[in-house]
């Protein structure tokens, strides 16, 4: 049972342009959600993270939105740079042990 | 944001050989550190959850006698994966939690030959 579904699997950008990558939870009791971003023989990195009472969350190009209804949340990527292409994870937490729940990742590629 | 160390970042063993790997954050206290297990192109497996001071939680399907972790401080938790056979080759990463917030390590490539 995958609790965070993640989509695309795979995307190409093109420099200058948004790339957006979106996932769906299942568990409402989830109330904490990361982005991840990881580069090829790399540990994934904190890029941006939030909390259900929030919309919307942005830091620099990086922008979080989020439906709380809808159970939905998806990153941004403004101007997207080739150092951008990496694999991007989202994840889905709750309170207590906060032991995040991965989607399968999406592999983003920004052509120059 | 916090900084967790990993150690090695690759190794290289002979099969039947035991290997350790370190996990260590580096400027914040972990309660609780996790080790996880990555495919090529895959997501994040996660092994086992460790806790300072007591005995890991491993995920279903992961044997703790091959892969023994201890959470002896705060600051630093390691993985042993014991006798070690080719199928064990693969790319190991650690995290530490702080707050809501879980912060990786490096990650270490592992090959059994």
């Known amino acids: 049972q995958q609790q965070v579904k993640q989509s695309p699997q795979s995307l190409i950008v093109q420099k200058g342009g948004i790339s957006i990558i979106n996932c769906a939870y299942e568990n409402t009791a989830f109330d904490y959600f990361p982005w991840y971003q990881q580069f090829p023989g790399k540990g994934p990195a904190l890029l941006i993270a939030i909390r259900p009472d929030v919309s919307e969350k942005k830091e620099g190009r990086f922008t979080i939105s989020f439906n709380k209804s809808a159970k939905q949340f998806s990153l941004h990527i403004m101007d997207s740079q080739p150092g951008d292409s990496a694999t991007y994870f989202c994840a889905a937490s709750m309170g207590g042990s906060y032991i995040p729940t991965f989607g399968r990742g999406t592999s983003l590629i920004v052509h120059p | 944001g916090a900084v967790v160390s990993q150690h090695p970042s690759w190794v290289i063993c002979k099969s039947g050989t035991s290997v350790k790997i370190e996990c260590r954050s580096l400027?914040?206290?972990?309660?609780?550190m996790f080790w996880y297990r990555q495919f090529p192109k895959q997501s994040l497996m996660l092994m086992a959850t460790s806790n300072e001071g007591s005995k890991a939680t491993y995920e279903q399907g992961v044997e703790k006698d091959k892969f023994l972790i201890n959470h002896a401080s705060l600051t630093l938790s390691t993985l042993t994966v014991t006798s070690a056979h080719p199928e064990d080759s693969s790319f190991y990463i650690c995290?530490?939690?702080?707050?809501?917030?879980?912060?990786f390590g490096q990650g270490t490539r592992l090959t059994v030959v």
């Open positions: 400027d914040f206290q972990a309660t609780t």
């Open positions: 995290s530490a939690r702080q707050g809501a917030a879980t912060f």
